[in-house]
């Protein structure tokens, strides 16, 4: 019989069996007839005990148990210790058992996805031991989320606790301006270097390290938390000196070969009768010594600018007037290229203070970077203009563009893109960003893949910047 009609007759039961007992006594004659009403009630309350029991025995009892049953499986992080037995009646007995059956298969659910779980983290620990860097992860709290062996080693952490932030674990003194500069900071991507003096006991000398940075997102953070990787770039630093000293000692011996070229080349050409034979000889010599000296001044800015040897020449500088020699130096080469280059005419004059021959290197390298990565029937257009007491320079170009994580590293020394590994030294636009905040200024550049690229310049029109005499 199903549950529901059990419950209908036992509330059946309760409700007429007062009524049958009053009958009863009414029909037995005189004598019972006054005490009906309390025998009718004495019935009602009995019949009503049995049907509670019945209920309680059948249904409410196996429910309470079955509840018990399901905290006790939870509070055993979801493992079954034991099946809960079936009991009351059929219908109860069949819940309990599909309840057994769900808390099974939870249970070897969860414990097949725990067992992945801990499957790629081992392998994510594997993959970060072999690491030749530092690397950590740090929660939004910036507390230790995993690290590698190595990143333990450097920074002296005996034990990564939980509760507490990087920088109360991190032993290794040296470090720690750097860790809490980015703990304090909200910038999604931080680079900084940290010299460790050799007195430390696994140094003999000291070692270079660039720490870099970057925000990332989990579901279960409140804000992001940062990797952290730090690289020993002893060998780096070491390298980039040898190769700084050996370009410096080769510009410095290929100045006068170059200069005599152009020298040379030039009294050719007024000297020689003009004609498109000798234009076809002389113009190509003239460009490649002209490139292949600013390349050289590219170089020997470069050296001089990171060592803080180079003193800016302050002179009065015409914006229009600059933008005007760089558009005619490179008219010729973007209609040799079938490139339409333009300068626009400045709405006002701008005049400020700076080494006017610097930034036209500046404008010379942008201009030239963008007429030799636009494609034939482009457009490449200079302009500049006076914003908040500053002087704005812009060079736009239709070319291939620049994704978004290469837009800052392009403006570090060698840095290019891969599809432009041979196109030069990778030193052109390292030399612009310092030449630009040696004139207090900062450059940037505004960017989307297909659809070309905009490099900008502001140096303020009142300062003369950095080291001027």
Known sequence: MKTSSRLRLIVLAASLSPLLVFFACAAAG?????????????????????????????????????????????????????????????????????????????????????????????????????????????????????????????????????????????RRKDFLPVLARIAASEENYLKMDVDVPGAEEEYAVTRNFRVTSRRFRLAGLARPGRVVVIRDVTVDREIESARETFFHMITHDMRAPVTSIQGYTQLLTEIVPQSPAVERCLLPIMRSARRLNGMIEDILNTIKLERGELKLKADGIDAGALCDAVFEVHEPLAAAKRIKLSAAPLPAKIRFRGDAALLERVLVNLVGNSLKFTPAGGNVALSCRAVAGEALFTVEDDGPGIPREKREEIFEKYSQLEEHKHMGLGLGLAMCRLAVQAHNGRIWVESEEGKGSRFMFVVPLTASGKGTE
Not at 36 to 51: C, G, I, R
Not at 148 to 157: D, E, P, S
């Open 30 to 170: 005189r004598p019972w007839f006054p005490h009906a009403a309390v025998l009718a009630a004495a019935a009602a309350l009995a019949v009503s005990l049995l049907a509670a029991e019945a209920a309680v025995t059948g249904l409410a009892g196996p429910m309470a148990s079955l509840a018990s049953g399901i905290r006790r499986f939870i509070a055993a992080d979801y493992k079954l210790e034991a099946v809960l037995p079936q009991a009351g009646w059929p219908e109860a007995g069949a819940l309990i058992s599909a309840v057994n059956r769900l808390m099974l298969e939870l249970g070897a659910y969860r414990a097949f996805h725990l067992n992945q779980v801990v499957e790629e983290r081992a392998k994510a620990q594997a993959l970060l031991d072999t690491i030749g860097d530092a690397v950590l992860l740090l929660d939004d709290r910036n507390r230790l989320i995993c690290s590698n062996a190595f990143a333990l080693r450097l920074l002296g952490i005996r034990k990564a606790e939980p509760e507490l932030e990087l920088c109360a674990l991190v």
